[in-house]
Nanobody, 122 residues
């Protein structure tokens, strides 16, 4: 699967952004899809994941209640709606497809996109 992220940008704290991840290749609706982020000098960390049907979702505690992951299997796209953004959300955001393994570990994913930068100022 090939993935392309978009929708990043610069916002002030409390603002919102919506990221998109467009997929091509394998049957998208069969894939769990995840969002990760990586801040400068830090390891890539799990943000959220969604099952192929969209019925099962997991979030990291740091974004629970502020971020919403969703997908449109007709458009082969997964989204990350980010509300009430905080400066600590600043990072490059990546999407990827879950292969095998634990959903919150980046090693379990493949098909990483190029990432999209999100910058939140205070």
């Amino acid at each position: 699967v090939q993935l392309v992220e978009s929708g990043g940008g610069s916002v002030q704290a409390g603002g919102s952004l919506r990221l998109s991840c467009a997929a091509s290749g394998r049957a998208f609706s069969t894939l769990w899809m995840g969002w990760f982020r990586q801040a400068p000098g830090k390891e890539r960390e799990f943000v959220a994941t969604i099952s192929g049907s969209g019925t099962t979702i997991y979030y990291d505690d740091s974004v629970k209640g502020r971020f919403t992951i969703s997908r449109d299997n007709y458009k082969d796209t997964v989204y990350l709606q980010m509300d009430n953004l905080k400066p600590e959300d600043t990072a490059v955001y990546y999407c990827a497809a879950l292969g095998s393994g634990t959903y919150y570990r980046s090693e379990s994913y493949h098909g990483w996109g190029q990432g999209t930068q999100v910058t939140v100022s205070s």
